[in-house]
Each structure stands twice: as C-alpha cells, then as structure tokens.
C-alpha cells in the first residue's frame, strides 16, 4: 500500500536523525534556552532577512495556532478566517476553546479577499450596536489554502493593507508554508511574504521534521511576553534542543526549500498524469495537494494499491479525493500511480 493521505507519514529527514543521534547524550538547558535553538533562530532570520525578529519553537500546529491568537486577540475579540481557514475545519473548536470566536468570511479557492476584510469590518464598526457582538481583532491566513492554493504578492499587500485601516495583525499559518512558496506560480519570496505578516510560522510537522513549528514575530507589539503565553499553552518544550536541532538542519544549505521543491514536483506530475486523462480537478492546486474528481469505480481501482485521502462529494455521484506527497515521496512510488492513472477506468 502506498500511502497519499497525508504529507506527515514518514519520520525525518535523514540529516535530521543523524544530527540528533550526534547530540543525542549532550546536556543542554531546556525550553528552548540552548546554543541548538539560538542557532536555529539566527538562521531561520537570516533566510527571512528579519534580523530584529522574535523566533519560538513549538510543537505542533494547533497549538501554534492557539497561543499566537491568544497572544494576538484580546477576550472581546475573534479571528477573522476563510470558512476553509484551518482554525474554522480541522482543530476541533481549539480557538473558541480559548475563549475567541472564529469570524469566518466567505471564500473561492479556500482565499478571502482584502475587500472581504474591509467589508466586514466596517460593518461591524457601523452597526450602532458593536459593544455587542464580537470584535474582529486580527486575521487569520493560511499558505497554501486548505485545498492547495496561494496568495500572490499583491493579494497578501492588499490584505496588509486591510489590516493596517483597522489596525488588525496579520497572522499566517505557515505549516506547509515550504510547499507554497514552491509553488510554479508563486510570485512571492519568503522574506517578501515575511514583509507583510505581524506574525507567521514556519511548519516542521509536514515537511521534513519529526514535529515543530517555528512562530516568527516581526511586529514588537507582540514580542514582549510571547514566552508567557507558550507555557500557560503547553507549549513550553522541556527539552527544547530536539526543536532547535531540527530546524538548525532544516535551515542549513537550503535544505527545506529543496525537500519542499521536490514534493511539489511529484505532486505535479500527478496532476499532469490525472489530467491528461480528462479528470477534472477540484480547487486550482499547484502544490503537494492535488483534489483529483474521480467517479466511484476510479476510487475503487485505487483502492487496493494506495491510499488518498476522500475530500468530499462531488457532482454526479463522484469523489473529491487528495493525493498528497511530501519531503519524502520516493519517485517509484510516483511511477507505479502514473502508470496506473494511464491504466484506470474511465
């Protein structure tokens, strides 16, 4: 069985293993205080040309996205999200559970646009009646979307822009942010993006490290104290070095754009596989999610050799299904699904 469902079912990069099996009886501090982590954060600056940035290491996603929107919102305050956004679909009512609402605006392509944003809030603000409802206090964004697509430069400068009239922070879920900036059409540099955000995250998780996200705070309003919020979260990791150790490598010789780079590109040539047999595609995904619309018998013919992911139902009885690669997608596997794509049913 080869496995498509997800982009974090396999360990480690082999680099990663070796550097910790390295270190492994060293003593260090813990939570986060080592040469390990202090390391990993000059470098993950230096790659996002944010010398004055805040850098921690947590992790997981969920509990990234729960302290940042802590620290961010204040208790009368929600995060305005994409209906698909990840904190609206797939954390089990983590952000409410902390006491915040989950402001979601409609979306196309899993985006929400500048003038959404806009919209809404100044119709809260003119309601007469906003003491009563919910403030919106920041946005919420992620790259890639839930189905794959991303921001180009000058939807993400526009939604700066948005969140600078109402003093909003912008906040990006970057957990498989490597995979969208490898996107073909992806017009934005990682320090253009980090340019635009108050606050974003680098994901470990899904590509390439065993576990980890790395928060990157750009904006001074919400340095002071972040640390405070990490632990009241959970999130203070004991033994903080297997954080740093990770992204030290993944940082060093470029390593995480080249992994991400190649997920892309296996996914892509199952993109082409699936198209060039007339299958249609939900969403417009040019990253290492690719939503393939197959009919019952198509997904049944897949079914004793791989697993994908069921997305949801499409028109005319058929499946909405997610092929997913990652980091670590070898190219036999990907051989074996192009040469059965050729093969399947119509």
Not at 51 to 75: E, I, K, M, W, Y
Not at 76 to 93: F, K, P, R, W
Not at 180 to 198: F, K, M, Q, V
Not at 253 to 258: C, I, N, Q
């Amino acid at each position: 069985m080869i496995n498509f469902e997800c982009d974090y079912t396999e360990g480690a990069h082999p680099r990663i293993l070796e550097a910790l099996i390295k270190t492994n009886f060293e003593q260090t501090s813990g939570y986060g205080k080592d040469a390990y982590c202090e390391a990993a954060r000059e470098k993950i600056k230096a790659v996002c040309e944010t010398p004055d940035a805040d850098v921690h290491f947590l992790v997981g996603g969920t509990q990234t996205n729960t302290t940042v929107l802590s620290a961010l919102l204040r208790p009368y305050q929600g995060a305005i999200s994409a209906t698909e956004g990840h904190i609206a679909t797939h954390e089990t009512g983590a952000i409410e559970a902390t006491g915040h609402k989950v402001l979601t605006l409609p979306c196309e392509n899993g985006k929400i646009t500048a003038d959404e944003i806009e919209a809404y809030c100044a119709a809260h603000y003119a309601s007469g009646t906003s003491e009563h409802t919910v403030q919106p206090g920041a946005v919420y964004l992620t790259f890639p979307t839930e189905c794959g697509t991303i921001y180009t430069k000058a939807e993400l400068a526009a939604i700066r822009r948005a969140c600078d009239a109402y003093d909003l922070p912008l906040f990006l879920d970057g957990a498989r942010l490597g995979y969208g900036l490898a996107d073909p059409n992806c017009d934005l540099t990682l320090p253009e993006l980090a340019s635009l955000c108050d606050i974003f995250y680098i994901g470990g998780t899904k590509c390439g490290a065993f576990f980890g996200e790395a928060v990157v705070i750009r904006n001074a309003k919400y340095k002071k104290d972040f640390r405070y919020f990490i632990k009241r979260h959970g999130g203070m990791f004991a033994k903080g070095r297997l954080l740093g150790i990770q992204f030290g490598v993944l940082f060093e010789d470029g390593l995480y754009f080249d992994i991400c780079r190649h997920a892309v590109e296996q996914a892509l040539r199952i993109r082409k596989a699936f198209a060039s047999r007339g299958v249609e595609f939900f969403g417009q995904s040019m990253t290492n999610q690719q939503f393939p619309i197959l009919t019952e018998a198509q997904v049944n013919y897949f079914a004793a050799d791989y697993l994908p992911e069921y997305w949801g139902p499409a028109a005319d009885g058929k499946k909405i299904m997610r092929f997913c690669t990652s980091w670590a997608t070898k190219d036999e596997a990907v051989d074996k699904l192009v040469a059965d794509i050729a093969k399947m049913p119509v």
